[in-house]
């Protein structure tokens, strides 16, 4: 419990985002600590996608804060680009490079952000894949690549980084089944080293084993949020009653 | 005429032809890479007045005749005190024609990029000029090859727009005017300058598709 001291990592204050007429954020309040794993969950259409993604500026929004460390979130230009080279994202579809090898995909952002040697990058970069189990793939390009390998190479290229926090935006919803685990195991591993994690998915396993906190939004509104067991066994909210039932078949 | 006489009369003039040809064409082709490049840049800019001045350049020299362009150039320039030679004017004309749908070319492989690639690298904290010359720019310039590669073949096909003016030594299409003003040639100075563009388009047709086989990016 020192961590509740500490500057929450990630803090977003009566956040506001319309899409013309539809309101996709509605007065969102929401703080993650150092270390802490926050998984957003929902149905879809719900704004998770949405909120996680404001995270970084890559969707802006209408009026609120958003602090990371205690710093408002720059709008635009070097200073935006300082702030999300410190925060990983990994998408639902993985948006590797695709002209560029596993390999140059993990250096591309030490080296041209970080200003790391090349030959410092590389091994770094090998040891990463290593990591995430990829390492014999480190020469293909990624159309080589299985879905599950690609986003763990996506995820390697994240870490690379060094980032304070990573955002996970759906990152197995574009996966075949059998390859769901790969990439959860990686999460995991990560969630166990003391990575701060926003993870929007639809892996309730994962959300039950893994998150500190689980937030449940819907119609752009932060309905619930608790600890996971307390909201898997007993929601408060009716709304969230219903959606845990609407999934319970799966 | 019969080819024989014809080459043997003017055979060199021929040659140069050929190579004035190829000289306009490899200088216009570059002057419609650099530009084409740069009003694409100004298309995908951040910055909305410049996207709008690039799409304008894009509608307005795609849209005109370059044979209209070119008297503009020839005729109308001068009177703004501007005044170039014949081969300059002819490399103008086609440099503002050709980078119009050079710029194109390059649109549409941009297109093939995908923002979530774009998104990525905003992500990871790559400035707007590192995500153009990393990620941008190398996949649009790969994926538009076999484009460029027509560009290029009809870059040399405009280039015969410099028949239209007095320009020395003449191209091959100059040539031809030149040959059937002097004598009465027939076809066959037509067939000459015609075989010479089409083993120069079948060339660089050939090492497009290699090019575009070497460096194509799989998705």
């Not at chain 1, 270390?35 to 802006?60: A, M, Q």
């Not at chain 1, 304070?164 to 059998?178: C, G, I, N, Q």
């Not at chain 1, 500190?212 to 752009?220: I, N, P």
């Not at chain 2, 390059?106 to 990620?135: D, K, P, W, Y």
């Amino acid at each position: 419990m020192t961590d509740t001291a500490q500057t929450p990592v990630i803090q977003l204050k009566d956040v506001n985002k319309h899409y013309g007429p539809l309101h996709v954020l509605k007065d969102i309040n929401l703080t993650v600590d150092k270390g802490e794993v926050l998984v957003i969950i929902g149905p879809s259409g719900s704004g998770k996608s949405t909120l996680c993604r404001t995270i970084n500026r890559l969707e802006t929004i209408d009026s609120g804060q958003i602090l990371i460390e205690g710093r408002p979130l720059p709008q635009e230009g070097k200073a935006l680009a300082e702030v999300r080279a410190e925060i990983g994202m990994v998408f639902q579809s993985f948006n590797l490079f695709a002209h560029r090898t596993i390999l140059d995909n993990v250096t591309m952002g030490p080296v041209e952000v970080l200003k790391t040697p090349k030959q410092q990058a590389q091994d770094e970069a090998l040891v990463l894949l290593d990591r995430v189990g990829v390492k014999e793939q480190a020469a293909k390009v990624p159309a080589q690549l299985s879905g599950g390998q690609q986003q763990r190479v996506a995820i390697a290229r994240s870490l690379a980084m060094h980032p304070k926090a990573m955002l996970f935006d759906e990152p197995t919803s574009a996966l075949d089944p059998e390859m769901i685990n790969e990439v959860l195991d990686v999460m995991v591993g990560l969630a166990r080293d003391g990575m701060t994690m926003v993870v929007v998915t639809h892996e309730m396993g994962f959300a039950r084993r893994v998150a500190d906190r689980v937030v449940f939004m819907a119609d752009g509104a932060i309905i619930e949020e608790g600890a996971p067991e307390e909201f898997f066994t007993h929601p408060k909210t009716k709304r969230a009653q219903e959606f845990l039932d609407s999934i319970k078949g799966h | 005429m019969p080819l024989s006489e014809l080459l043997a009369t003017y055979g060199g003039m021929y040659v140069t032809a050929l190579l004035t040809t190829w000289s306009l064409t490899a200088v216009s082709f570059l002057g419609v890479m650099v530009l084409g490049l740069l009003v694409t840049v100004l298309r995908v800019c951040p910055v909305k007045p410049l996207r709008v001045v690039g799409d304008l350049y894009v509608q307005i020299f795609r849209n005109i005749p370059g044979i209209s362009l070119l008297v503009f150039v020839v005729y109308a320039l001068p009177n703004l005190n501007v005044v170039w030679d014949y081969r300059t004017c002819v490399i103008v004309t086609v440099v503002l024609v050709g980078s119009a749908f050079g710029s194109e070319n390059l649109m549409s492989g941009i297109n093939t990029i995908g923002v979530g690639q774009i998104e990525a690298a905003r992500s990871l904290g790559l400035t707007f000029t590192q995500i153009l010359r990393q990620i941008v720019v190398p996949q649009a310039v790969r994926s538009a090859i076999l484009p460029m590669t027509n560009l290029l073949i009809a870059v040399m096909l405009t280039t015969a727009l410099a028949s239209q003016t007095p320009m020395k030594p003449p191209e091959l299409t100059g040539l031809v005017s030149y040959i059937n003003t002097r004598t009465v040639g027939g076809i066959t100075p037509f067939v000459a300058s015609a075989l010479a563009y089409a083993g120069t388009a079948f060339v660089i047709g050939f090492v497009g598709n290699r090019i575009d086989k070497k460096v194509r990016i799989i998705r």
